[in-house]
């Protein structure tokens, strides 16, 4: 490997000047490789300057993050194995490497393509939240023992990345202490929750106490195991029902999935302690569906039966919306992942406002209206409250 010295001398030299910019691989061998380029660029993670390697194959992208040094071993070990082209962006010049089928090294140097050092920060909504080497994504099976992405958990892993890119913007604008106490009510097997904890004490530098609440005890006990095996001290599920879990204070309360009412028992325990931030993505949408059973209606969106599960499904998360502004929320309601990975892609959020101008009377004379027009005499959660007060 000492003939391809050259390269990684060069490199280096670019590093230690502070004038690298990027480095590409290209030309795999054989040409029918799955793993297609590689592009190498400086990030600073923690104080720390690495190397972020991604890897571009035929169907996806990874990214990894190395030091220098380990970067300058994989390096050499890729060109012996895997690629024979090697392109070096720096300010100072073009340097581009050719290795022929026999192992011989050719190289020329040219004019920068780069005058000044890119702005990276663009990429920044791209870059994974949920970082390939965390452990609790190999003990939940989306990462095998290697850190690489299992291919039927890609997915899964977009909608986690996704989640963690949504949750990062509300923190960022929420009114939140150092030290906060968080739900995730319907917690699963707790692939958003794992995520989510993670995400807010490692990179965002929150002292978190956390809970999955969760009725099923088996998932319970494996979230518990998974926990205690990656070291979240903070992190605990229970195996209860929604409506029956105490806490004392909640400043962010997370709901996604939680089936029809369930999600309305998240919605008003959230309320009912003043959480901060409300985030929920609702799903089977039943409650108002039943109530119109047997009355006639002059609506012909309620004509046909699909077009009747859609409506009622919007007039459900219409009511809860507005029953959140009117509890002095800002509520969003917005797409959380594409249709093409599930119908249920609804996220809705609700940001405590604390100079609410609410108009109350409004607020309730549209959900008195939209309930007449639909045949509908209470919604759950409005129920709830008016119980509770």
């Given at each position: 490997?000492?003939k ?6 060069s ?5 230690k ?7 590409t691989l ?5 040409k ?5 380029n ?11 300057d ?10 996806r ?6 030091d220098?040094e380990t ?5 050499l070990d890729l060109l ?16 581009q ?6 192992g ?13 050092m890119p702005?990276?920060s663009n ?7 949920a ?9 939940l099976?989306?990462?095998d023992?290697?850190?690489d992405l299992i291919?039927?958990m890609?997915?899964k892993?977009?909608?986690i990345?996704?989640?963690l ?7 960022k ?7 906060i106490?968080?739900?995730d009510?319907?917690?699963g097997?707790?692939?958003?929750s ?5 995400f807010?004490?490692?990179?965002k ?5 956390m809970?999955?609440?969760?009725l099923?005890?088996e998932l319970?006990d ?5 926990s ?5 001290e903070g992190?605990?599920?229970v195996?209860?029902r929604i409506?029956n879990?105490?806490i ?5 309360l ?21 959480a901060n ?8 949408h039943?409650?108002l ?8 209606t ?6 046909h039966g699909?077009?009747?599960?859609r409506a009622y499904?919007?007039?459900t998360?219409?009511l809860?919306?507005?029953?959140l ?12 992942v594409?249709?093409?990975?599930t119908r249920k ?6 940001m405590?406002?604390v ?5 109350s009377?409004?607020l ?15 919604q ?10």
């Amino acid at each position: 490997m000492e003939k391809w010295n050259e390269i990684i001398e060069s490199w280096e030299s670019y590093v230690k000047d502070q004038n690298f910019v990027k480095l590409t691989l290209s030309k795999p061998f054989p040409k029918s490789s799955e793993l297609q380029n590689i592009y190498i660029r400086t990030v600073r993670i923690k104080g720390e300057d690495l190397m972020q390697w991604t890897y571009r194959y035929q169907t996806r992208d990874e990214t990894k993050n190395y030091d220098f040094e380990t970067s300058k071993t994989n390096l050499l070990d890729l060109l012996y194995h895997d690629f024979r082209a090697v392109t070096i962006f720096s300010l100072k010049e073009d340097a581009q490497f050719l290795i022929s089928k026999k192992g011989k090294l050719s190289s020329r140097r040219q004019a920068a393509t780069f005058k000044n050092m890119p702005d990276f920060s663009n990429d920044r909504s791209k870059e994974k939240r949920a970082e390939q080497q965390a452990p609790y994504l190999y003990h939940l099976g989306i990462m095998d023992a290697n850190g690489d992405l299992i291919p039927k958990m890609a997915d899964k892993y977009r909608q986690i990345n996704k989640y963690l890119e949504i949750i990062e913007g509300l923190v960022k604008h929420s009114k939140l202490p150092k030290k906060i106490k968080v739900v995730d009510m319907g917690s699963g097997k707790g692939y958003l929750s794992f995520a989510l904890y993670d995400f807010l004490t490692r990179q965002k530098g929150f002292e978190v106490e956390m809970y999955g609440v969760e009725l099923r005890t088996e998932l319970v006990d494996l979230c518990n195991d998974i926990s205690k095996t990656c070291g979240f001290e903070g992190l605990n599920f229970v195996a209860q029902r929604i409506e029956n879990f105490e806490i004392d204070k909640i400043d962010i309360l997370i709901a996604l999935h939680a089936c029809d009412t369930a999600t309305d028992d998240a919605l008003f325990t959230g309320i009912q302690k003043n959480a901060n931030l409300i985030v929920c993505a609702p799903c089977c949408h039943k409650q108002l569906r039943q109530q119109s059973k047997g009355k006639s209606t002059d609506n012909p969106m309620l004509k046909h039966g699909i077009f009747k599960e859609r409506a009622y499904e919007m007039l459900t998360d219409t009511l809860r919306g507005l029953i959140l502004e009117k509890e002095a929320y800002k509520t969003k309601i917005f797409e959380f992942v594409s249709n093409e990975h599930t119908r249920k892609n609804i996220m809705m959020v609700g940001m405590k406002s604390v100079n609410s101008n609410a108009d109350s009377e409004a607020l309730e004379a549209k959900i008195e209206e939209l309930k007449h027009e639909y045949n509908v005499d209470s919604q759950y959660l409005e129920q709830k409250l008016k119980e509770a007060n």
